[in-house]
């Protein structure tokens, strides 16, 4: 694991709060990784020919339909 020492300016840290400033840092890491899976999986989408293969094509109708305990998921990142 890495880590990273970010510094900012104490009025900064006492407008925002340090909790919130936590809190946008490990948003904005979740949206980044989250960003760069869609991505990566975007060029293997584009790389084959998935819309052409029935057994794909039956998987996505059917997650796309069963998708109702997706709003349960929750990423987070242990920062």
Same mark, same amino acid.
């Given at each position: 694991?890495?880590? /990273? &020492?970010? =510094? +900012?300016?104490?009025?900064?840290? $006492?407008? %925002?709060?340090? $909790?919130?400033?936590? =809190?946008?840092?490990? *948003? /904005? +890491? *979740?949206? *980044?990784?989250? =960003? &760069?899976?869609?991505?990566?999986? %975007?060029?293997?989408?584009?790389?084959?020919? %998935? #819309?052409?293969?029935?057994?794909? %094509?039956?998987?996505?109708?059917?997650? /796309?339909?069963?998708?109702? /305990?997706?709003?349960? +998921? =929750? &990423?987070? *990142? #242990?920062?």
């Amino acid at each position: 694991m890495s880590e /990273f &020492v970010i =510094k +900012i300016e104490d009025e900064i840290v $006492q407008v %925002l709060g340090k $909790q919130t400033i936590e =809190k946008y840092l490990q *948003t /904005f +890491i *979740t949206q *980044t990784i989250l =960003k &760069v899976s869609a991505a990566d999986i %975007l060029k293997d989408y584009d790389n084959e020919s %998935l #819309n052409e293969d029935e057994t794909w %094509l039956a998987a996505k109708k059917n997650a /796309f339909l069963n998708d109702r /305990f997706s709003q349960y +998921i =929750k &990423v987070s *990142t #242990n920062v």
